[in-house]
């Protein structure tokens, strides 16, 4: 269990500035994005982000992409940055509508999709790696099987993260619906982008979340997404709190 950053959390800072956050938080690793700091088809930049990541001791978890698989095109450029960037996993949308308004051609298109995207990145050893998210075919753990289970692709695995306006057991649930399937997992504690809180008041469901992925004993990114009111020092806090979550399940399984 790794910890890690993505840098959309500080969207604002740049590059440098955010790596000298993850170290100073004693973190582990990197979800580089790309909308602001790794934007897809600029190499050059890519290159450099990575020297500066493996520089400061900081492995490159993955590149967060923003493509929508069956709606956005040049999947090429993503996966020519994710080669400069050094990331083994690409993350990509699942298409840009939910499971109640995709119809069974809409499934299909996006599907396919990611089934050809999956060809492609594969050939270059990389791997993708799909949001578990509202708005989109993962809206639900019942649509987000289905997806998995019709993609049928080694090379193609899933985020987990809590889904808004559900309660504790329906998020435990998901976790069982699609385990074997998760690779990293973006965590935060809110109710909305409006209503965010610190990890710490947290405990009792990321405790219960995370022993639950991490019991199959396979290893992942715990990535930081989004912190109260965006500051730095909750960020600090949340990291610390992390690390001691990590160090009780850990110590709690030897």
């Not at 170290?23 to 994005?33: M, N, P």
């Not at 990541?53 to 993955?62: K, N």
């Not at 715990?222 to 990590?246: N, T």
Request: with cysteine; net charge negative; glycine share 6%.
């Amino acid at each position: 269990m790794k910890i890690g950053l993505c840098s959309v959390t500080f969207r604002e800072k740049a590059v440098e500035e955010v790596i000298e956050l993850a170290v100073q938080a004693g973190l582990e690793s990197i979800e580089w994005g790309g909308d602001i700091h790794v934007p897809a088809g600029d190499l050059e930049n890519a290159r450099k982000v990575a020297e500066l990541t493996r520089f400061h001791g900081l492995q490159v978890s993955s590149y967060g992409s923003y493509y929508k698989a069956g709606e956005s095109e040049n999947f090429d450029e993503v996966v020519k940055t994710a080669e400069a960037l050094g990331a083994s996993g690409i993350r990509i949308w699942p298409g840009n509508k939910g499971s109640k308004d995709a119809d069974k051609k809409y499934r299909e298109l996006v599907v396919n999709d990611i089934r050809r995207i999956s060809e492609l990145a594969k050939k270059v050893n990389i791997s993708i790696h799909i949001e578990y998210h509202g708005g989109t075919l993962t809206d639900t753990k019942e649509s987000a099987r289905m997806l998995m289970n019709d993609i049928f692709d080694d090379n193609v695995w899933l985020y987990w993260q809590p889904s808004n306006d559900v309660s504790f057991e329906e998020r435990l649930a998901s976790i069982e619906a699609v385990q074997e399937w998760i690779s990293n997992v973006h965590i935060f504690h809110w109710e909305s982008w409006d209503h965010r809180y610190a990890l710490a008041d947290g405990k009792r469901y990321w405790l219960a979340y995370l022993s639950k992925i991490m019991s199959d004993g396979n290893q992942r990114h715990i990535l930081i997404e989004f912190v109260r009111e965006d500051s730095i020092e909750q960020f600090k806090q949340d990291a610390r709190q992390l690390r001691e979550w990590r160090d009780y399940i850990i110590g709690r399984e030897l």
